[in-house]
């Protein structure tokens, strides 16, 4: 690979190191950045928690009335479900969502910045 723009990154929650050796020897032979997510940090970190997940639960809530509405002496059947779940991924998992959020994390574009003072470490030592 030529570039930073041409590395690839790949972004773990609750990684182990010590599982993972054979893994990390293949991301760098490959050019791939692992990039990890502190402990107790996802409630702000996870990119696609809020602008996927969240919206894809309540399309598919939305989804699963209207089948029930629409069919109410049918039983659902596996091809009823992936009827409603492809109506409500198809609504969320969109490329705009999935861009805002990962620039809101600071993850890309890169922004080490962006939760500056939610994110100081603390002295725990330190008395007044």
Not at 43 to 59: A, E, N, V
Request: aromatic share 10%; net charge negative.
């Amino acid at each position: 690979m030529s570039g930073k723009e041409d590395t690839f990154r790949l972004i773990l929650d609750k990684f182990d190191p010590q599982l993972s050796i054979p893994a990390i020897i293949v991301t760098k032979q490959n050019d791939i950045s692992l990039i990890t997510l502190p402990p107790h940090t996802s409630h702000k970190l996870r990119p696609l928690d809020c602008t996927i997940f969240d919206p894809y639960g309540t399309y598919g809530n939305t989804s699963l009335n209207d089948w029930i509405l629409s069919n109410p002496d049918k039983p659902s059947t596996i091809y009823s479900v992936a009827v409603i779940i492809g109506k409500s991924v198809g609504k969320a998992f969109v490329k705009h969502n999935v861009e805002k959020r990962f620039h809101m994390t600071g993850i890309y574009t890169l922004n080490e910045n962006i939760f500056e003072e939610e994110f100081l470490s603390s002295c725990v030592t330190d008395r007044y």
